[in-house]
């Protein structure tokens, strides 16, 4: 299931049952796990912590050194999960001495051309379209979909079950649930599909619009806002979340 014409460093740890293509490079410090697929002219360099059932497409780099010049050679990692689909030509770069790992969890879909910078931290369930970029020391929480083109600046936090739109530009946090879209970014909306096949009911969906339609279509200030919420009695789950996303998560400030 190794190809005699790959390139794989006597240090690197592979597991069972893996299908390695011609000229794959492997570096020494990497650990691969089972029923993973390495395909022709993909890399997977030092630092690599790759779980079990992952394939690596055509000509993805996959550990590459971080793209920061602040970077001068530390032993850093890039941890991925399982049953993650790494497609044609993504780049996944491992951490700095800021976090020391960038980190990728299970069942993600990177498509062809993303990227995906130094020190970031994806969840599970999330899809990153074609030519999509992440910057350094993003955090995408779980079943996050970007459409193609997307630009996401560092340090920004993207909340879990949100769709934004392709070629939109983040400069701030996103919140749960929702769609983001436009020239600047801004809120488009719940992501009204994304629940329904995640199997929200309509009742839980409610909620969250009723709450969403104080923070923005109702005029105050998002801390105005979060009180009314906070007021009305009608606190669920999945509005606790929302709030404590805009309280206690977000750094940087949330989409208008």
């Known amino acids: 299931m190794i ?47 790759m779980g079990n059932n992952n394939k690596v497409f055509h000509g993805a780099v996959v550990g590459g050194i971080p793209q920061d010049l602040k970077f001068v050679g530390e032993d850093t990692t890039l941890e991925i999960g399982d049953n993650n689909l790494i497609r044609e030509n993504v780049t996944l770069n491992r951490g700095t001495a800021s976090r020391g790992k960038t ?41 996050a979909i970007l459409s193609a083109c997307v630009l996401v600046h560092q340090f920004t936090h993207i909340s879990s079950y949100v769709m934004i739109q392709g070629g939109t530009g983040i400069t701030k946090d996103i919140p749960p649930y929702i769609i983001v879209g436009r020239e600047p970014a ?12 995640r199997g929200f009911s309509n009742d839980t969906i409610k909620s969250i619009r009723d709450a969403y339609r104080h923070i923005y279509e109702s ?16 606190v669920t789950p999945e509005v606790e979340f929302i ?11 949330i989409i208008g």
């Not at 801004?186 to 096949?197: H, M």
Request: aromatic share 6%; charged share 15%.
């Open 3 to 49: 190809s005699p014409l790959a390139y794989i460093h006597p240090d690197a740890k592979i597991g069972e049952n893996c299908t390695i293509e011609p000229f794959v490079f492997i570096e020494g410090n990497v650990v691969i796990g089972d029923n993973c697929h390495i395909m022709a002219h993909a890399s997977v360099l030092n630092g690599t912590r």
């Open 103 to 143: 980190v990728i969890g299970s069942n993600n879909l990177f498509m062809e051309n993303c990227h995906i910078g130094h020190d970031s931290v994806i969840g599970s369930g999330c899809i990153i379209g074609n030519s999509t970029k992440i910057a350094g020391e993003v955090e995408i929480d779980n079943f």
């Open 186 to 197: 801004r809120y488009c909306g719940l992501n009204i599909v994304g629940l329904r096949r």
């Open 219 to 234: 005029g105050t200030i998002v801390s105005t806002a979060v009180a009314r919420i906070k007021e009305s009695g009608n």
């Open 243 to 253: 709030l404590n996303f805009i309280e206690n998560v977000s750094e940087r400030g």
